[in-house]
């Protein structure tokens, strides 16, 4: 995958005291063709500051963040972190540092279940294939419904999921509890382990968030309630997470 257009970039979070670290980062990512969202050239004079991070992070496909002792303790990185996880993106830490480095709590929260790389183990091709990897994952948890009477969930890399009509309602989430486990789909650890509910009524399929989800349902886009049920129509795009 080629970032070629301006909703599919790669956002940069950093320390400003780390520019020379980040910025090597950067010249790599763009070397192999990435389109990178890196602010010391991305905002633009004029606009406001805020704005364009926020706009950034928006529109971005994959959230590296760069670790290092000035940036587990940058309130901004904390900050932009925080975005990234509220609109469910693909995040990817990176530690430049070769010494151990000690987390904040706060950053550990955030960064639970996510595998951190160091920066010195991306030779080659690895910086490439790891990106690659990460961007399909975000691919992945979009899914068409078709049915009724023969449901299925498919993702982007055409793997799928028969749903059982007989079922009323099909508990969605990570783990052996639910009727569809989307842990092989979900490498990110986004979905919950209780997140969403199908349901089945004889004529139609419908979806409801779970309250204990930890991430969104959306359904083409849009957020689906715990309280009231989404009416489901063939080919919806459906993102848990």
């Not at 639970?112 to 294939?129: A, C, T």
């Not at 986004?190 to 004529?203: T, V």
């Amino acid at each position: 995958m080629i970032y070629k257009n301006p909703p599919d970039q790669i956002f940069i979070s950093y320390s400003r005291k780390d520019f020379a670290m980040a910025n090597k980062l950067n010249k790599r990512f763009r070397k192999i063709n990435y389109s990178v969202w890196f602010d010391r050239e991305d905002i633009q004079a004029g606009h406001l500051w805020r704005s364009q991070i926020v706009e950034g992070i928006e529109k971005c496909e994959l959230y590296v963040i760069v670790l290092t002792a000035n940036s587990i303790i940058s309130d901004n990185v904390r900050r932009e972190l925080d975005l990234a996880r509220a609109k469910s993106k693909s995040i990817l830490p990176i530690v430049m540092d070769s010494e151990p480095l000690p987390l904040s709590k706060d950053m550990e929260y955030q960064l639970v279940g996510l595998q951190r790389v160091n920066y010195s183990d991306l030779r080659g091709k690895k910086l490439e294939s790891l990106v690659l990897d990460l961007t399909q994952i975000t691919e992945t948890v979009r899914m068409p419904i078709i049915g009724p009477p023969f449901a299925i969930l498919q993702n982007d890399q055409g793997n799928v999921i028969q749903l059982k009509n007989k079922k009323k309602r099909h508990k969605v989430g990570r783990g052996p509890l639910t009727d569809i486990d989307l842990t092989a789909w979900d490498r990110n650890f986004f979905i919950s382990k209780q997140h969403a509910e199908l349901s089945f009524n004889g004529d139609a399929w419908t979806i409801i968030a779970c309250k204990s989800a930890g991430n969104p349902t959306l359904v083409n886009g849009i957020p689906v309630s715990h309280s009231f049920e989404v009416a489901l129509t063939n080919s919806d795009k459906i993102t848990f997470a």
